[in-house]
């Protein structure tokens, strides 16, 4: 099993960006796939961005919300997932949850069996 502890959320002002990263425990790492989830307040958990296992990296899934302005990335040798935020606007802010799960369509049917606490997301107008 792995831990997931998210890192790197804050306050921005629109139009500009973050990087938030998550920190896996466990040597199989490079066996999960992982993702991204947000949670806005008021709203449901949304799905935002998933990345395969370590011989997949290449495979990446967005939703349509965020296509072309976040990438989502992972460093196999850091057990780290990141998730490149670029020209945020104000509905990006959100609660943003690591996910993984060993099944790519876990995640992208939001059923991930391992979920991060979370980290908060501010994009100021």
């Known amino acids: 099993q792995v831990q997931l502890v998210e890192s790197g959320g804050g306050l921005v002002q629109a139009g500009g960006s973050l990087r938030l990263s998550c920190a896996a425990s466990g040597r199989t790492f490079s066996t999960y796939s992982m993702g991204w989830f947000r949670q806005a307040p008021g709203k449901e958990r949304e799905f935002v961005a998933a990345i395969g296992m370590s011989w997949s990296a290449g495979s990446t899934y967005y939703a349509d919300s965020v296509k072309g302005r976040f990438t989502i990335s992972r460093d196999n040798a850091k057990n780290t997932v990141y998730l490149q935020m670029n020209s945020l606007k104000p509905e990006d802010t959100a609660v943003y949850y690591c996910?993984?799960?060993?099944?790519?369509?876990?995640?992208?049917?939001?059923?991930?069996?391992?979920w991060g606490q979370g980290t908060q997301v501010t994009v100021s107008s």
């Open positions: 996910a993984a799960d060993i099944f790519l369509n876990s995640i992208r049917s939001g059923v991930p069996t391992h």
